[in-house]
């Protein structure tokens, strides 16, 4: 069965700090996997997708990809308290346009 | 900025009920979907539509179900009888085809639906 799995946390990290969030996956298949930021009661909202080994950044966000290792991460550089919400990882499904996504991690910036 | 737009944003319904939940895409976007997360659990995907039909469909979307694009702008979903356990947050999303690019989906905010 193809699963993602995320640490669902709470991730507390200071302000101004980096906050590391993880990810693994099984389907060995998955070629794109995306991040996701969900504020409570809200809609997922995308922050960036990666589909190539190695790092990817976006401003203060760096997703990065290991294959090999069915692994995906997301570090948040200089984190904010608006930086607080629980982030879903996703993983596509093979041969298919739909996502599969982990249970998410909560992570809260302390000021 | 364009974006996903759902209504209702919330529906209360009785047990055996039809619901339809209505949604919008972007404009340019070629892919539909149909997300949904109960409270507290993960986001799971029921429906993806392309060119007029349904392209992939979980084990969730059942009989129960249908997703219809009644003209050039509405995308639907439909639920036929609803049972207490259809009770979740139902999320609409849709994306642009890019050869080589993975499909970025945006969501809209949502419909929660309550069933009594």
């Known amino acids: 069965q193809k699963e993602v799995e995320q640490n669902s946390g709470p991730l507390s990290v200071p302000e101004g700090a980096i906050a590391s969030l993880n990810c693994t996956y099984s389907?060995?298949?998955?070629?794109?996997f995306f991040w996701y930021r969900q504020y409570s009661g809200k809609s997922p909202e995308l922050i960036m997708f990666i589909y190539s080994n190695g790092d990817k950044e976006d401003g203060r966000f760096t997703a990065q990809l290991n294959k090999a290792s069915q692994y995906v991460s997301l570090l948040i550089r200089d984190s904010q308290p608006s930086d607080s919400a629980t982030y879903l990882c996703?993983?596509?499904?093979?041969?298919?346009?739909?996502?599969?996504f982990g249970t998410g991690t909560r992570l809260t910036v302390i000021p | 900025e364009p974006e996903v737009t759902q209504t209702p944003s919330h529906q209360v319904t009785q047990m055996g009920q039809e619901v339809i939940l209505r949604c919008v895409p972007i404009s340019n976007h070629l892919y539909f979907y149909w997300y949904r997360q109960i409270l507290g659990q993960k986001v799971e995907f029921l429906v993806s539509f392309y060119n007029n039909e349904i392209s992939e469909k979980s084990e969730i979307f059942d009989d129960q179900f249908s997703v219809e694009r009644p003209d050039g702008s509405n995308f639907t979903l439909k639920i036929r009888s609803t049972k207490l356990e259809d009770s979740a947050m139902y999320f609409c999303?849709?994306?642009?085809?890019?050869?080589?690019?993975?499909?970025?989906?945006?969501f809209g905010q949502g419909t929660r639906l309550t069933v009594v």
């Open positions: 996703a993983a596509d499904q093979t041969g298919a346009n739909n996502l599969f």
């Open positions: 389907d060995r298949g998955s070629q794109s």
């Open positions: 999303a849709s994306s642009d085809l890019w050869e080589g690019y993975p499909p970025e989906a945006f």
